[in-house]
């Protein structure tokens, strides 16, 4: 007889990414009309040369092969510990600090060592996918607050102080948002952390576009408050910031009760992460504040071309929100579902994007442009295909 496989993990939907690939799997593209991708948000230029070359000489020493601790490099969780007191303001110690081996798996660990099966973890709508499928794998249910248009895609507390119960363990914030862009201020994320308080749960912000919002003032000042270990864990990624997404870096912030728990699991999942991604990591914290601001000057300059290029083109796609990494679009076919739409573009215009609906119900309308991929100069040729869209004669 055939083994079974878990029935909580099978009916959460596939990888949609891989999916959203497969739509394209195969084709050749012409040189006049390349493929455009702002499906996956991947930076499009390689990481700093200083830091490549940092880690071939590191490859050579042979404790570059060996485990680190469970919760990282002593010296990485130390130098993350100062730049999040630097750029946040406020007290953080090197012990509350964990190195993991991405964001995504911060976020497995933190969630697992907060909510049990049958728990429930707030999170607004649209979601990072990623999120969603954990929660749902776990047995842990999302309570999903509602997509507020009207507020620029920023969350109401309001909504989530609504829907808490007994079974309540979290609320998840991504800020600046996947999907949308949106980056959500301080004063709304004070407002989520003494709601977190009063109701004894964590706030979880995922803040891995940190990096490339269009200030540099600190994002928020939840750290400020000595009170900050009780209630809030923030998350983090060196993935894009440093260009390593293959080096799987990422960290957890949080207090000494969490930070237990979330080492057992750390133990058990990677003993610890790769120790290679953390002295890129070290490297990048270290010697790449130079290199960090041009990217994000550059990232602005990628918005203001995406706007610009809309402006242009008066196009009847509305440009919803638009942030860090990320625009969201209200694509202009009433009542075709997004996926109808993100595949046609794919097919039709050489362009692939996600569709609303894979982050979450009654996102239909919209469509994630990962926009941070293109450089400026190609924002024009997206509007371009944008509008021949909007010709298609049988849509
Ligand atoms: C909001 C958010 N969190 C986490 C991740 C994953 O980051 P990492 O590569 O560090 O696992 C991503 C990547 O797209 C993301 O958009």
Known sequence: MAYQVNPVVAPVAPP??????????GRDFPADKPLMDVAQAVPGYPPADALSRHLAEAVLEPETARYTEIAGLPALRGALAAHMRESYGGEVAP???????GCNQAFCLAMTALAAPGDEVLLPVPYYFNHQMWLEMQGIRPVHLPFRRDRGGVPDPADAAERMTARSRAIVLV???????????PEVLAA?????????VALVTDETYKDFRASNDPPHGLFADPRWPDSLVQLYSFSKVYSLTGYRTGSIVCGPALMAEVTKIMDCVAICAPRIGQRAALFGLAELAGWREEKRLMMQQRVEALRAAFTANDLAYELVSIGAYFAYLRHPFTGVPAHRVARRLAQAENLLCLPGGMFGPGQEDYLRFAFANLEAEAMPDLARRLRASQDWPDF
């Open 175 to 185: 800020t600046p948002n996947n999907p949308t862009g949106a980056v959500y201020p």
């Open 16 to 25: 949609p990414i891989a999916e959203a690939e497969a739509w394209i799997a």
């Open 95 to 101: 012990d509350q600090v964990c190195i993991t081996a």
């Open 192 to 200: 989520f952390l003494e709601l977190a308080r009063d109701r004894g």
